[in-house]
T-cell receptor, first 109, second 115 residues
């Protein structure tokens, strides 16, 4: 079993929909990152969380340390949001970055 | 502005040739990491370095080599021994100092294609 699990693996939405991507982890962590990877491969760091909630534009990230769970929300989704969203945690026995397998999001106009 | 620079973004090499991917950071971070991503899979750790002149193998180190002669630089060499080198490579760094948030920074990645 992976130490970081994301769901869903694939998600198709209509423009304007509210989107939620989930990340669960099984190790102790000091921080959790949400990353965005576009089709060309470039990666952008969206959020780094250790507790609570952060908001940037239409993106909201939350984390519940007790439940070992984080969510990434996109409000009023747009086709340009289409990308792979990756959850990564810093922690575990070796205190290294551990990545989820990603969620492929396609937002249709 | 501080950050991580990976170059080039796209790289093509002939089979059997060694190739070196560059990763430079000006964040004064102690720790640096190299990951590999294959289609449909998560990022997997190749090598990491916690301090200058020291590095450790990750989960898939075979066929790769690294050096950490300077704090700001952590180049990755994909050798001819790597059986399937075509992949997306990501470099990351973080501060192992007194910060509790352990913020990590990520490069944009290099897509290597071996023909």
């Amino acid at each position: 079993k992976n130490e970081v699990e994301q769901s869903p693996q694939n998600l198709t939405a209509q423009e304007g929909e509210f989107i939620t991507i989930n990340c669960s982890y099984s190790v102790g962590i000091s921080a959790l990152h949400w990353l965005q990877q576009h089709p060309g491969g470039g990666i952008v760091s969206l959020f780094m969380l250790s507790s609570g909630k952060k908001k940037h534009g239409r993106l909201i990230a939350t984390i519940n340390i007790q439940e070992k769970h984080s969510s990434l929300h996109i409000t009023a989704s747009h086709p340009r949001d289409s990308a792979v969203y990756i959850c990564a945690v810093l922690g575990g026995a070796t205190n290294k970055l551990i990545f989820g397998t990603g969620t492929l999001l396609a937002v249709q106009p | 502005d501080g950050g991580i620079t990976q170059s080039p973004k796209y790289l093509f090499r002939k089979e059997g040739q060694n190739v070196t991917l560059s990763c430079e950071q000006n964040l004064n971070h102690d720790a640096m990491y190299w990951y590999r991503q294959d289609p449909g899979q998560g990022l997997r750790l190749i090598y990491y370095s916690q301090i200058v002149n020291d590095f450790q193998k990750g989960d898939i180190a075979e066929g790769y080599s690294v050096s950490r002669e300077k704090k700001e630089s952590f180049p990755l060499t994909v050798t001819s021994a790597q059986k399937n080198p075509t992949a997306f490579y990501l470099c990351a760094s973080r501060d192992r100092g007194r910060m509790t948030l352990a913020e990590a920074f990520f490069g944009q990645g290099t897509r290597l294609t071996v023909v």
